[in-house]
């Protein structure tokens, strides 16, 4: 087991809220735009375990560190979604049933994603794993600056304590994905042909695939438009160019810029 793995798996955790007084928000509620993203943020974490299922369909299965990480990483992706669900609670809404209505409403689309990690993963073959770790990272990275700028533009104490906490525990789901995908795309010429590839035709920002448009298209610009969320963007892909085979594909503010407009 890779050392980075065990103290990962030493530190993994339910995500401590135990000293928050969720009730603030009765008293002092979330405006309109950050409940609304709040309200994304918390299904996207609820569809991790749905990813999870897709993944291990694939050739990550056979990886007994990856599928380690993938265990522990979706515990603690439960807990940040039960946290936000503990916000919306405190504004009068039900994540239980934004989740069951989310999964019904997704319908034939949520069927065909293990039939598309399958062929995906019998097409590349090992490369696959290298895909879904650049793909995690990238995910990780954006998630971890959708927080970021929703506190900022919040601008609510408890909020920004609760979401800081989460990411602190995605930035250790960065750096295994990282780790992985650097390493990874290091050693196999194919699978930098082939994750540059996946990139380009199908990476879209976090939950766009399973989000309605419009609440994609608010997100976007809520959290990413003007200097600050430019400046986060353009960092992102900074980190990807320093990727083996990824340099200069602009990705995340290109698909920013397209899903905004």
């Known amino acids: 087991m890779p050392t980075d793995l065990a103290a990962y798996q030493d530190r993994a955790a339910r995500l401590d809220t135990a000293d928050l007084d969720f009730t603030e928000f009765e008293r002092r509620p979330l405006n309109d735009d950050a409940l609304r993203c709040l309200r994304y943020m918390h299904d996207v974490e609820n569809h991790t375990v749905c990813y999870l299922r897709d993944l291990l369909l694939t050739a990550a299965h056979k990886d007994p560190a990856i599928t380690s990480f993938l265990t522990f990483w979706n515990f603690e992706e ?3 979604g039960e946290a936000i669900a503990s ?5 009068g809404e039900n994540g239980a049933e934004r989740v069951s209505a989310m999964r019904h409403r997704l319908g034939w689309k949520d069927r065909m994603g293990p039939l598309a990690h399958l062929t995906g993963s019998a097409l590349a073959g090992e490369s696959f794993i290298a895909i ?11 998630t ?6 929703l506190a900022a533009r919040a601008q609510h104490p408890l909020l920004s304590e609760l979401l800081h906490r989460i990411m602190r525990q995605e930035g250790r789901h960065i750096e295994f994905y990282a780790s992985e995908a650097r390493e990874r795309l290091e050693a196999d010429p194919r699978a930098r042909r ?5 990139l380009k035709r199908f990476w879209k920002p976090v939950g766009a695939t399973v989000m309605p448009s419009p609440e994609v298209r608010f997100l976007i610009r809520y959290l ?4 600050d969320g430019q400046a986060m963007t353009r960092r992102i892909d900074r980190r990807i160019d320093r990727l083996p085979g990824l340099r200069g594909l602009a990705l995340v503010d290109s698909a920013v810029k397209s899903t905004a407009a």
């Open 78 to 80: 439960f807990w940040h």
């Open 87 to 91: 916000v919306l609670a405190a504004h």
């Open 132 to 142: 879904h770790m650049t793909w995690g990272a990238i995910n990780e990275w954006s």
């Open 144 to 149: 971890q600056a959708g927080y970021a700028r």
């Open 194 to 198: 082939l994750t540059r590839f996946a």
């Open 224 to 227: 990413f438009e003007g200097a």
